[in-house]
């Protein structure tokens, strides 16, 4: 900005160009006949902030005679009077850039701009539009905290800094966006988390290229290092108690503007199948229904390929009077196994997907209309077996225990690579395909960490927490595959 208040302005109004919701309000600030301007977006600002805190003290309580002539002395006076004794806002800033003021203005803040001054100031103006803060649907538990994050960061920090009473919780703010400007938050503990992947997390944010990051999913698949791979190296949460925990053992939790889903770093696959709901209740109640989930989430990657390996392969490993039971059912059904799976699944895939697009009030009617279809509608219509609807059934049910969604999602698509792998080789296409997997799993990584740990690498102390949670007090040292600086816990 050049410091001549018309030929600053007549540059604003360019550089808004045709927006019809930026507004410049011109006054004289009382008691020097000094000209001076406010731009802001209607709609955005907080208008009784504004009109006390800015346009009050400048247009009706002015400069003193006594101290005129000290104000009009020159422009670092002019900006140190009006910043240190006319405008009792929290958030001012000065800026000579005219990038930075339209591109605030455009968010929110208030511009201000006074003849002899050089730059203009930025106030803190927006306003704050938050809904209230709701159980996140996304992770619902029966113990343990009613709330969730909203799309708004202040609110989220603010949860941050509640759940996690700490002087050492860190809070990085980043500006990331090419064309729209977001703000993001690394949040860690400066005395726990490793400083290399502190550095690693704000090395992959500074390098992000991107127009506009809708939402954290973006972040999400652009700072994680397989983007090949079906599994998530990045793991998103509603839950600030989640968070706060992840921080806790030396992980690295990002927070975008304008999402309600915050992204924890690195993640291993076995975080995908555990619940914060398995550390409020008892060890042994905690570790049951962990081992039970990792179980749901076998049948649910497994159920239908064993299905069509026993029944096209293998029949002589089904007990004789099972199998003679299936193949009486399975009388009439014109389609072989694979075919048969298929339609089941993805008719499952199809509801599920309705179900969750639809309006609330409509979507428990899709369920009773989708049950009665593929259940006793699709058996005596002779297109599958009833055993065959028991396993989709069992599959579908089991799915819904992952209780992060879209490492559900992850399963859901591997499944159908089962199926057609057992439909090839039968029971040695499934080994197959679980070995592959498992290959898979142990050269990922997420942020330097393997993602198949504790296991491989085999880590004897990270193993109180994998399958079986092991009561707090047994577990006195933070994960050691995250290289934590204070590795003892305080229980």
């Known amino acids: 900005m ?19 919701d930026v507004e410049i309000r011109e006054f004289t600030i009382r008691g020097t006949g000094t000209r001076a301007a406010i731009v802001f977006v209607d709609g955005l600002m907080n208008n009784d902030l504004m009109d006390t805190h800015l346009i009050r003290p400048l247009m009706l ?16 006076t002019i900006k140190s009077y009006i910043s240190s004794q006319m405008l009792p806002v929290s958030e001012i800033k000065h800026t000579a850039r005219l990038l930075e003021l339209v591109q605030s203005v455009l968010v929110g803040t208030t511009g201000l701009l006074v003849d002899g001054m050089q730059g203009a100031f930025l106030v803190g103006s927006a306003k704050g539009k938050s809904r209230n803060l709701e159980e996140p649907l996304s992770e619902a538990l029966l113990r343990g905290p009613r709330v969730g994050f909203t799309e708004r960061l202040a609110d989220n920090t603010g949860l941050l800094r509640l759940h996690g009473k700490n002087e050492s919780l860190l809070l990085t703010r980043f500006e990331v966006g090419n064309r729209v400007k977001k703000d993001l938050i690394i949040a860690y503990m400066k005395d726990i988390a490793d400083p290399k992947l502190v550095e690693e997390v704000v090395t992959r944010i500074q390098k992000l290229e991107i127009d506009d990051p809708l939402e954290s999913g973006y972040i999400e698949q652009l700072i994680e290092e397989n983007v090949m791979s079906p599994f998530q190296q990045v793991q998103n949460t509603e839950r600030p108690d989640r968070v706060i925990g992840a921080l806790l053992e030396g992980r690295v939790a990002i927070l975008l503007d304008g999402t309600p889903y915050a992204l924890i770093v690195p993640v291993t696959f076995s975080m995908l199948l555990q619940s914060p709901e398995d550390y ?11 081992l039970l989930r990792f179980l749901s989430a076998l049948l649910a990657l497994l159920a239908p390929a064993l299905y069509i390996s026993f029944i096209s392969f293998h029949p002589g490993l089904i007990p004789t009077k099972l199998a003679l039971t299936i193949i009486e059912t399975r009388q009439g059904v014109p389609f072989p196994s694979i075919i048969e799976a298929l339609i089941m699944e993805i008719a499952i895939e199809i509801l599920r997907e309705a179900g969750i697009r639809l309006p609330k009030p409509i979507g428990p009617a899709m369920g009773i209309v989708g049950g009665l279809i593929i259940g006793d509608a699709a058996v005596q219509a002779g297109i ?42 039968g029971l040695y296409g499934v080994v197959m395909f679980f070995l592959l997997l498992c290959s898979h799993l142990v050269i990922l990584k997420s942020f330097g960490v393997p993602y198949a740990s504790p296991m491989v690498p085999y880590g004897i102390s990270d193993l109180k927490d994998f399958l079986i949670r092991f009561p707090l007090k047994v577990m006195k040292k933070r994960p050691r595959m995250l290289k934590p600086n204070d590795p003892d816990r305080r229980n």
């Open 61 to 76: 309580v002015g400069i003193p005679e006594a101290e005129q002539e000290q104000f009009n002395r020159s422009s670092d």
């Open 280 to 290: 409020y209740e008892r060890w042994i109640s905690g570790s049951f229904v962990r």
């Open 2 to 20: 050049t410091g001549l208040y018309d030929a600053d302005l007549t540059s604003v109004r360019k550089a808004i160009g045709n927006n019809g």
């Open 384 to 425: 599958v077996s009833p055993f065959l609807v028991i396993v989709v059934a069992v599959t579908a049910i089991s799915s819904f225990t992952i209780p992060v969604y879209s490492a559900g999602i992850t399963l859901r698509v591997l499944r159908f690579t089962a199926m057609f792998f057992a439909a090839v080789l």
